[in-house]
């Protein structure tokens, strides 16, 4: 796939071996045999995936990160684009989906990335095994609403890691319950950045926290339950499930 976005590619230190591969992850996400992105025009898949991803270097919690969850992988993005652009940081993609799963890990050996981890499961179960306070930044797109993406996340971070959210902006009634959450999780200090990967980008927002605390072992709850039952909407829900 032709890049088009040189300059900023430059601005993310992007060299051209890392121009190369990234053109090579562009046919991958192109050639997939199914239906790995909804995305499937040469110029979107620049601005809304690999931009998009790339923005997250301007957060220097992600810059000087050492080991990143990407939770809910998808097609491999962020984890990717990050594996690419940080060699030194190892990227893990957690995504149930055993198709994209595969997806991911065999572009990450044709892109010859070295330093990504596929686990082909739900967050919630690694989240209470081998993932367990080991990574200093989780991050996701578009998961889920706020208390939920808390709930998978704050428990995969070590003490003063960070959460990472790339959504659309969220109402107030998501905020307070997504707060209550990360009280209940150990989390605290949510803001909130507006980011703009590309010209014209719209309603791109990250909602950053810290882990202060530490995470009670009965979270996260079993498959589904977060999901079901957000922490911070009902009282019941500070008792697990």
Not at 152 to 179: C, F, H, N, V
Not at 197 to 222: C, D, H, I, M, Q
Request: glycine share 12%; proline share 4%; with cysteine.
């Amino acid at each position: 796939m032709r890049l088009t976005q040189s300059q900023e590619y430059a601005r993310k230190g992007l060299g051209d071996d890392a121009l190369a591969r990234l053109s090579l992850l562009g046919d991958l996400l192109l050639e997939a045999p199914f239906n790995v992105t909804s995305v499937n025009e040469p110029q979107e898949i620049e601005r809304v995936h690999f931009l998009d991803c790339l923005a997250l270097l301007d957060l220097e919690s992600v810059r000087t990160a050492r080991r990143i969850a990407d939770i809910g992988s998808g097609a491999g993005l962020p984890t990717l684009v990050l594996a690419l652009a940080l060699p030194s940081a190892r990227v893990t993609a957690v995504e149930s989906q055993r198709k994209k799963g595969g997806f991911i890990a065999a572009a990450a050996g044709a892109m010859g990335l070295e330093n990504v981890e596929v686990r082909c499961e739900r967050v919630e179960e690694y989240g209470r095994s081998v993932g367990r306070g080991i990574h200093d930044v989780v991050v996701s797109r578009a998961l889920a609403e706020l208390a939920v993406v808390a709930e998978y996340s704050l428990p995969l971070l070590e003490p003063r890691g960070k959460m990472i959210a790339m959504k659309g902006l969220i109402s107030d009634e998501e905020r307070i319950q997504g707060e209550r959450a990360l009280g209940i999780l150990g989390g605290s200090g949510l803001e909130s950045i507006r980011m703009e990967p590309f010209v014209g980008a719209e309603n791109r927002w990250v909602y950053l926290a810290e882990k202060e605390g530490e995470t009670a072992e009965s979270y996260p709850r079993r498959p589904g339950v977060a999901a079901r039952r957000p922490l911070g909407r009902h009282t019941a829900g500070r008792h697990g499930g």
